[in-house]
């Protein structure tokens, strides 16, 4: 399989509030191979999963 690139939409943050940039951790189907921290990325751009992965993407939250 192919990475994929997904567009991320937060939806219920509460009012005033925006999140810019996630880092995402990335699990994959290797054996031995732990979760890895990854660049972070921006939520306004397009973010590459790859195959056969678990990713987890950690935003903080801030005020607008």
């Known amino acids: 399989p192919a990475p994929a690139a997904l ?11 925006k999140a810019r940039n996630a880092i995402p951790y ?18 306004s751009d397009a973010c590459v999963i790859p195959a ?5 993407l950690v935003s903080a939250i801030e005020s607008q």
């Open 7 to 17: 567009r991320i939409r937060l939806k219920g943050l509460p009012p005033g509030t």
């Open 26 to 43: 990335v699990t994959s189907d290797v054996p031995g191979v732990d979760v890895c921290k990854c660049t972070p990325v921006l939520l």
């Open 52 to 56: 056969r992965s678990i990713t987890t």
